[in-house]
């Protein structure tokens, strides 16, 4: 097999191309989530937080950028709350809650392990006396 075909055979695999869409629509959902952060979020944390230039606050005389630390976690909090009410809350509204599933059509007699209908009183097989089954509440 050569080395092209190979290729091809592994390219156009499912789950490789499902990735390649999974990375293309994560890419397209973090743009969302930032134009949501910096222009929704980010504009009010700015009235809340003090003015001025805080990202560039350093502690000397080792120029430890506190404020850029401090800034990338808020960053952090930010993005991740932003992303855990869009991907739970607002997923929820799009969920539906599942039906149940039907119940069987078939029980299994206890004598000779037969598959017999549901409404069947006996065996068809052994001819053993089947209890009948109580109706499932949902």
Do not use: Y
């Not at 390649?20 to 134009?35: D, K, L, Y």
């Not at 539906?96 to 037969?114: I, L, N």
């Amino acid at each position: 097999m050569s080395v092209l075909s190979e290729f091809k055979q592994f390219a156009l695999k499912g789950n490789v191309v499902d990735l390649a869409v999974a990375v293309v629509i994560g890419n397209a959902f973090t743009a969302i989530v930032n134009a949501v952060v910096s222009d929704l979020v980010m504009p009010v944390v700015g009235l809340v937080l003090p003015g001025g230039d805080w990202r560039e606050v350093t502690v000397s005389p080792l120029q430890l950028r506190i404020g850029h630390l401090l800034g990338a976690l808020l960053d952090f909090i930010i993005i991740a709350l932003v992303l855990f009410l869009v991907v739970v809350k607002v997923g929820a509204l799009w969920r539906r809650k599942e039906a149940a599933p039907p119940p069987p059509a078939t029980k299994v007699c206890p004598e000779c392990r037969e598959t017999v209908p549901m409404e069947a009183r006996r065996c068809r097989a052994c001819t053993s006396v089947l209890e009948p089954v109580a109706p499932s509440r949902a």
